[in-house]
């Protein structure tokens, strides 16, 4: 009798660690607040898009960068010898300033740190440093890696090169002071491209994919998956659409632009859970 009264008191233990640990384990489902390791990686949950609004967008740009402050969107184009970073009412869409990259130069990922904007290069190792206001080069120094998309969380420059890792880098010396390599159910994701650092989340592009990624930035852990296939419908010319490639936020309306590679169209969306 007291064997069995004893098991019973040992359910009851089970059950509710059982219970806590599942309570735990839904309190972090608010995109918006910034999650611990705790709280991202350990299962997927899977996203669509629903496109709120349509920007005009000239398909010559081949988008390496996206990025939205204050009513504009920055945009960095790659391409040798078609590089640039330019800057575009997210209202009208029109492009208000335009600063080319000298043609030796393939211009990838940007972000934005205080009142400059920082460029990578795809192979030479190099990053601009703009003014933000006047897009007029202020300063450029060398990094060791393939810079493919950067962002910025506010302490560190956290950069893509291609591969699966990320890494994060001091914003004056470019030092790296902490490497992730980002998985999906155990598995290396490659390919790694245009980045957006957005209230503890780093979302990814993945070149060649139409799917963006939500990677915990303490792990690694692929623990998003936003679906943006359907875009491509939205498109007013198809037909030379390169990759989807660039994320940007906007932090009034908690809304995303995304676009691609020569697309006709900035998309504003959110994401929806599938
Ligand atoms: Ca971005």
């Excluded at 192979?123 to 933000?132: H, I, N």
């Excluded at 007029?136 to 956290?158: A, H, K, N, R, V």
């Excluded at 390599?181 to 503890?200: A, C, F, Q, R, S």
């Amino acid at each position: 009798m007291l064997l069995k009264h004893m098991l019973s008191i040992l359910k009851t233990i089970v059950v509710l660690a059982v219970f806590v640990v599942f309570a735990a384990s839904c309190s972090g489902g608010d995109t918006n607040q910034a999650v611990s390791t705790s709280q991202c990686g350990d299962f997927i949950t899977y996203y669509t898009v629903e496109v709120i609004s349509k920007i005009s967008h000239n398909k010559a740009n081949f988008t390496q960068g996206l990025q939205y402050y204050n009513g504009k969107l920055y945009e960095s184009t790659g391409l040798y010898g078609a590089s640039s970073l330019q800057r575009i009412d997210v209202n009208t869409g029109l492009v208000e300033l335009i600063q080319t990259v000298d043609d030796s130069f393939f211009a990838e990922g940007i972000t934005i740190v205080g009142s400059q904007i920082i460029q990578l290069t795809w192979r030479e190792y190099t990053a601009f440093v703009y003014d933000l206001d006047t897009l007029t080069q202020e300063d450029s120094f060398s990094y060791s890696t393939e810079g493919w998309g950067l962002t910025y969380d506010g302490e560190s420059l956290i950069l893509s090169d291609g591969t699966s890792t990320i890494y994060f880098n001091e914003p004056l010396s470019f030092e790296t002071k902490k490497t992730i390599v980002v998985t999906m159910d155990g598995n290396p994701v490659k390919n790694i491209n245009e980045l957006e650092y957005v209230n503890g989340i780093i979302y990814g592009n993945i070149w060649q994919d139409d799917n963006i990624i939500a990677i915990c930035p303490q792990n690694g852990k692929v623990f998003e998956v936003i679906d943006a296939s359907a875009l491509y419908n939205f498109l007013e010319d198809r037909q030379y659409a390169d990759v989807l490639n660039g994320i940007a936020y906007n932090n009034d309306t908690n809304t995303f632009y995304l676009t691609g590679k020569k697309w006709d169209t900035i998309f504003e969306v959110s994401f929806v859970v599938k």
